[in-house]
């Protein structure tokens, strides 16, 4: 069963699915489920012998296009409202063992094709609000399955932090009359130290507000609201940026940088929501080689990011970095 | 060095306190530094050869009362603070093997008496906003200590998540002329599967609309603001409230629950906030014996949470268990 209730200390949904609590759990490389499917061998979830990128539906999904009706009764004080979304898995690679740093060029540019696919269709749909493409990287973020793979998640609703940023960027706008994603670029361009790679398309820097341990983020340019708004060339950056950035990332510690990868967009609710910049954030977990960044009482329960280094440091152990 | 930064896309601030990225870390528990100085042996934090329950600053603090002026320069768009605020050390007892589960009840009640103390007289100060008296518990959590202890940051601003609780109980307050919480409190009540202990003062409940699993919530029942406004009854039933919770966490997998404990109070900034109920939330970690709950994708990168048991599961669970 799954459905959304409301939280009304936070003004925000929790989507409840209780299915997912059996879902599976860092199998062995061989039975890997989201590897394509060997003449003779067990079935996976991909029965094919051979694919370049993979998109299907989650099997355990938390939003559903036709989800049942919720068991639990609402009120006036906890709404309630079924759960009715999308999510898919967007696999990489038919390559168990390898990653976005060690794709080819090509491969990468058809992602970026294939993200944009996923967000045009599942943002057309009436019940779809808010189109989230991610990637979850590493035991230490909890994934549960090691084939390289990002996921698409299509919520009926606007969710908590895009909303925030939203807000942002619209009194921005209404105190200033610019983007406020425009002016961060402009700002980071003036100040140079935390910027990791820049070209005519793309900057990839380390926000001088940055709340995650070399958290870095990937802003077009141009002033647009989604990745369906790229360019052809734009889109190359936007690739080669990715890639680029994971490789970096890797070579840091020398070995695979777990984090989150989410890309924030206009929402598909039907308003234009002008001020808003597409971007990409990078937020992985690992301050050192051997400690990680955990999310705990200032962080989860008071919302209050701490962070051990400067942004100015982390963009300069990542420009200088080997790779 | 350490300020705080101004993140413009989410409106908070956020702390960079870089002395605290070599700050000690899973010492072993002969060399534990908040342990009592035995006679003779290396002098630890705390200079006395027993003590009840012990306060001190945190010796890796992200807040100071007396900081550095910031070295980074800020900007309209990038405003910057003096990092100035406290962080206590709350140690709960000179036993290194032990926990709230196990204390004797009347240092449980000291317990309270010392949060109030230390709430009040951190309140005072006037660069102090909000005092958050807090507790992360377990290596899942990220704790670096393991010796029995709490935290209290003092910020010189109101965090995110109580300001979004703030918000979200003066909306309710205009539309309903009512509390927020003492509304939560009589749906619960009314529902009462979700209870799973209440004397006449406090209420021991997982919220309708949890986001972590097993998240449970202690209220007293009369409204009142912060800690300091219980009276003696209400400490008591409190402190009760608490070792009875932290006994039914870890007798539920039969290991200690890793947890953050937040208290969320009234801001110490001059306002009255009368619509604000004072509450402690559990946030737990573990899932399942074997499985956490990790705050991936969905819920770092989008800010929406997604929980695979429902609330009424979570509570039946912990209702059930013999401890």
């Known amino acids: 069963m799954s459905e959304l209730r409301w939280n009304p200390m936070l003004g925000e949904w929790v989507t409840t699915a209780t299915h997912r609590q059996d879902r599976t759990y860092k199998p062995p490389a061989e039975f890997c489920p989201i590897c394509p499917t060997a003449p003779g061998a067990f079935p996976t979830e991909i029965p094919v012998p051979d694919f370049d990128i993979a998109v299907f539906q989650n099997k355990f999904p938390s939003l559903r296009p036709h989800p049942d009706a919720p068991e639990v009764a609402e009120s006036a004080l906890y709404p309630v409202r079924t759960a009715q979304g999308e999510c898919e898995v967007v696999v990489y690679t038919a390559d168990h063992h390898t990653g976005l740093a060690n794709v080819s060029e090509r491969k990468m540019r ?187 009482g200032s962080e989860s329960g008071a919302g209050a990011f701490i962070t051990d280094m400067s942004a100015e440091k982390q963009a300069a152990d990542l420009k200088e970095v080997t790779f």
Chains 1, 2 share one sequence.
């Open 110 to 296: 058809t992602l970026v094709d294939v993200w944009v696919d996923r967000f045009v269709e599942l943002g057309a749909r009436d019940y779809v609000k808010y189109v989230f493409i991610f990637e979850n990287r590493g035991e230490a973020v909890g994934v549960t399955l090691h084939h390289p793979h990002g996921q698409i998640y299509a919520y009926p609703f606007i969710p908590p932090t895009p909303a925030r940023e939203l807000k942002q960027a619209e009194q921005h706008r209404q105190k200033t009359g610019r983007c406020l994603f425009c002016d961060i670029l402009l700002e980071e361009q003036k100040d140079g130290r935390r910027i990791i790679a820049a070209d005519e398309h793309m900057m990839t820097f380390v926000p001088f507000f940055a709340r995650f341990p070399y958290e870095v983020h990937i802003y077009p340019r141009r002033h647009v609201g989604t990745i369906a708004d790229l360019d052809e060339a734009e889109r190359s950056a936007l690739a080669c940026s990715i890639q680029t950035l994971v490789r970096r990332y890797d070579a840091l510690f020398d070995k695979p940088m777990p984090y989150m990868m989410a890309m924030h967009q206009r929402p598909t609710d039907g308003g234009t929501y002008e001020h808003f910049h597409y971007h990409i954030e990078f937020l992985p977990l690992a301050r050192t080689a051997t400690k990680l960044k955990y999310l705990a």
